[in-house]
């Protein structure tokens, strides 16, 4: 019986966790959002909402209907035309074009920053340059480059002319990018020399060279000098970045693209699978993103120094890197390497210099800060900082507990944002001068997102019952379809429940006040003695203790239970792993959430299985306990440990 062929049809949850916390006085007080009205209007007219809040950006012409959903297809402010380059450049440049809208830090030390009027003359010269390239409206253009200004920038040049991107994590390898390339079709890849890695160059032409070998649709490569290596230029199709721009001039009119024109495509391989072309589109994506990263990271464009920690590659980055943050007129920091390089305060040493004011992250981060321990952001001065974020992952209640403590000094709300590359903005999440947080929930849906919680059968589950979350109402920047494979699209996320209810794939569970909090993929859900228990309770119950930073939890068959619970755990620096403690670990897992959860086995490993984005690939850890081969690896980061594991596996502490 495995967790993954069994029905699941709700999930036990266990953990409680009871804490509360107000939003602090004094950021209430200076907050956009300061009480509930803004949920009741939206619930109260869905459309109407929308529309007010799409008077924010400019229209070259205006829109006929809100919203049309015809399930599981949907469409937003039809009729209406925009252009998302200009949204988030020319209306700034004509008010304040002095703004720096990046700050921008690489990992060596150089600096740049970048005013509105900069950016927008950056933009405007490469997107002539892509004209004369022969890019065309619709045409898709592949971007795979390391954190530099010219990230964004060719993002709002392909923008600018109504040409789609697809940007390809530069931390990915050449056959990630040659399938990609593939997929899109894309006729221009846009790369540079190299990109910096904690110290070490990151060859991101030399893989480019061999993904394009077999990708007969790239006709031109454009190349952006960032480490200075020699690499070697193809004559005819590789062309230098520098050279291209700088006969350009930066006037360039913006194409005006339908609401509903494809703006990128992005793709998403989870932590299974072939990857998917996520396609979001231009009207209804850059008012979702822009709206709920005024509301949710409470932007004061004047005042505030927003840091985004992810990387642009990735949708966190597309939407509150670039579009939500310029859309809305924000100054940003972006950094380009490693948070331990060349020391592991590297962070908030930026933060310090630049007197951020938000800072968005993710758990798997907040995780490692956790295990190298305080001393490193006490080194700097934090209090500049006034709001916190996370994505990515559940964050488990003490690592929200020590971002809370440790980065916001008790003094900054923790906003828990639930989302994915397919929803493209934020769907679950506090607002932070009304919302009471509870460390490891994600708390209430945004005004107008209607999530619910279902059974095997479609069926609510009763409060603190955990079952497939699932969204019953459209909202604005949801993706259109999976490129080139409409029926993957109502196969995958509308077919489970009926055609007009969307399936995340997550587990989730609300509480007896409607909060809702996260349980993780519902294909890591385990089955011991009877009960379904999702891996991050049992993770959040060792977190829990004070020895541990990070945990991850799977299944294997047992004879008795059905599935016993293995833990790989990861040890804060300078706590020494020995039978005492693993013995002590069991016993507090049976203590926070009952002796069933107690782990069969538990592995002490210096480090977890992760995704390029960070995320604990319990897939592969389940191959291990199981003693099976590995299953698909070509989406993990950090190989070796996997193998480090394996033999620790072999000599693993069993009860
Ligand atoms: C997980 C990232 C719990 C979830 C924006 C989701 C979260 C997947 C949270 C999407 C959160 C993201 N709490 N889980 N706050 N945020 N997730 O596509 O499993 O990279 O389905 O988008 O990350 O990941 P993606």
Same mark, same amino acid.
């Given at each position: ?31 956009l959002?300061k ?5 009741e ?8 909402f ?29 009729g ?37 009027r ?80 904690r ?11 061999e ?7 790239i ?5 952006v ?30 194409? !005006?693209?339908? /609401?509903?024109?494809? =703006?990128?495509? %992005?793709?998403?391989? *989870? @932590?299974? +699978?072939? $990857? ?49 943050p ?48 305080? !001393?490193?952001? /006490?080194?700097?001065? =934090?209090?500049? %900082?006034?709001?916190? *974020? @996370?994505? +990515?992952? $559940? ?42 947080l ?38 604005p ?21 009926g ?45 829990d ?6 945990s991850?939890?799977?299944s294997?068959?047992d ?32 203590k ?8 069969h ?30 299953g698909?690896?070509t989406?993990?980061a ?18």
């Amino acid at each position: 019986m495995s967790a993954v062929s069994e029905k699941v049809l709700t999930i036990d949850a266990l953990l409680e966790e009871h804490r509360v916390i107000h939003p602090p006085a004094a950021f209430r007080a200076g907050a956009l959002v300061k009480d509930d009205r803004v949920y009741e209007e939206a619930d109260r007219d869905l459309e109407g909402f929308w529309a007010r809040e799409a008077e924010r950006l400019d229209w070259f012409r205006r829109w006929r209907r809100v919203c049309k959903w015809d399930p599981p297809w949907v469409k937003w402010f039809l009729g209406g035309r925009l252009n998302a380059a200009h949204n988030c450049l020319d209306r700034h440049v004509a008010t304040h074009p002095d703004r720096v809208a990046y700050f921008w830090e690489g990992e060596p030390g150089d600096t740049r920053r970048l005013t509105y009027r900069e950016l927008h003359h950056e933009v405007g010269r490469f997107a002539n340059a892509l004209r004369r390239l022969g890019v065309r409206r619709g045409d898709r253009v592949a971007i795979y480059l390391g954190m530099v200004p010219e990230l964004p920038v060719a993002m709002l040049a392909c923008a600018r002319i109504g040409a789609v991107h697809s940007v390809v994590f530069g931390g990915f390898a050449a056959d990630a990018l040659r399938d990609r390339i593939d997929d899109a079709d894309a006729e221009v890849l846009i790369t540079a020399d190299g990109s910096w890695r904690r110290g070490k160059v990151v060859p991101l032409k030399a893989s480019a060279d061999e993904a394009v070998k077999a990708c007969p649709s790239i006709r031109t490569v454009v190349v952006v000098r960032r480490t200075g290596e020699k690499v070697p230029m193809t004559p005819g199709r590789d062309l230098w970045y520098d050279d291209l721009v700088k006969a350009e001039t930066s006037d360039c009119p913006p194409e !005006e693209m339908d /609401a509903e024109d494809p =703006l990128y495509i %992005l793709y998403t391989s *989870g @932590t299974t +699978g072939k $990857p998917k072309g996520i396609l979001h589109t231009t009207g209804g994506y850059l008012l979702g993103v822009s709206t709920t990263h005024r509301l949710i990271f409470d932007i004061h464009p004047e005042q505030d120094i927003y840091w985004c920690a992810a990387d642009i590659g990735w949708v966190t980055g597309h939407s509150y890197i670039v579009y939500g943050p310029l859309a809305n007129g924000t100054t940003s920091i972006l950094y380009e390497g490693a948070p331990d390089y060349p020391d592991k305060d590297r962070w908030w040493s930026i933060a310090e210099k630049y007197q951020a004011t938000i800072l968005y992250t993710a758990p798997t981060a907040i995780r490692a800060f956790m295990k190298w321990g305080p !001393e490193y952001p /006490a080194r700097h001065d =934090l209090s500049s %900082l006034r709001l916190l *974020g @996370t994505v +990515g992952e $559940p964050i488990n209640p003490e690592a929200w507990m020590w971002y809370w403590k440790a980065i916001g000094g008790e003094r900054c709300p923790v906003v828990d944002t639930w989302w994915q590359t397919e929803t493209g903005m934020i769907l679950i999440t506090p607002l932070p001068g009304v919302t009471r947080l509870k460390p490891g929930s994600a708390t209430r849906p945004f005004p107008g997102v209607q999530p619910d919680i279902l059974d095997e059968n479609g069926n609510q589950v009763a409060p603190n019952q955990g079952g497939y979350l699932v969204l019953r109402r459209p909202w604005p920047a949801q993706f259109r379809t999976i490129y080139g494979s409409p029926e993957r699209y109502v196969e995958q996320y509308f077919s489970k429940f009926g055609k007009g209810i969307y399936l995340t794939g997550d587990g989730a569970k609300r509480d007896d006040h409607g909060d809702f909090w996260l349980l993780g993929r519902i294909d890591d859900v385990m089955n011991v003695a009877g009960h379904r228990l999702s891996t991050y309770e049992v993770e959040s119950a060792l977190v829990d203790h004070p020895a541990v930073a990070e945990s991850a939890v799977v299944s294997r068959p047992d004879p008795d239970a059905g599935e016993a619970i293995v833990a790989f755990v990861t040890l804060k620096a300078g706590v020494n792993g020995d039978e005492t403690l693993i013995a002590e670990l069991r016993e507090h897992v049976a203590k926070k959430i009952g002796k069933l959860a107690r782990p069969h086995a538990i592995v002490l490993s210096a480090d977890l299985p992760k995704t390029r984005s960070g995320k604990i690939m319990r897939r592969l850890l389940r191959d291990v306990a199981r003693g099976r081969a590995l299953g698909d690896v070509t989406t993990l980061a950090n190989a070796e440990v996997v193998e480090e594991i394996r033999a620790l596996a072999r000599t693993r502490h069993e009860e």
